[in-house]
């Protein structure tokens, strides 16, 4: 059985940094791409990042410039660095991955930026 644990998450000012780590256990050793996902109150969940085991990154728009995703592969461990956050980045984060195509998500943590 795959379980992915995230952590990190808490509050934090705007303009602030916050670091995610989300931790894979279980029967699959490797997958081929890991990520994050977030859903705001009222919002549909949306893609915020995601990492290929070669490395290969891709962000949302509204994170580019201030968020970055990486992953040690030996470790199964996907982690999200988010600089300048915002108000709207308030959000619960959940970790993503993909092997043999199917998915797994992790129970998700809470970010919440506020002054």
């Known amino acids: 059985q795959v379980q992915l644990v995230e952590s990190g998450g808490g509050l934090v000012q705007p303009g602030g940094s916050l670091r995610l780590s989300c931790a894979a256990s279980?029967?699959?050793?490797?997958?081929?791409?890991m990520g994050w996902y977030r859903q705001a109150p009222g919002k549909q969940r949306e893609l915020v990042a995601t990492?290929?085991?070669?490395?290969?990154?891709n962000y949302a728009d509204s994170v580019k410039g201030r968020f970055t995703i990486s992953r040690d592969n030996a470790k199964n461990t996907v982690y999200l660095q988010m600089n300048s956050l915002k108000p709207e980045d308030t959000a619960v984060y959940y970790c993503?991955?993909?092997?043999?195509?199917?998915?797994?998500w992790g129970q998700g943590t809470q970010v919440t930026v506020s002054s």
């Open positions: 993503y991955a993909r092997a043999f195509g199917v998915p797994y």
């Open positions: 279980g029967s699959i050793f490797s997958f081929g791409v």
């Open positions: 990492i290929t085991s070669g490395g290969s990154t």
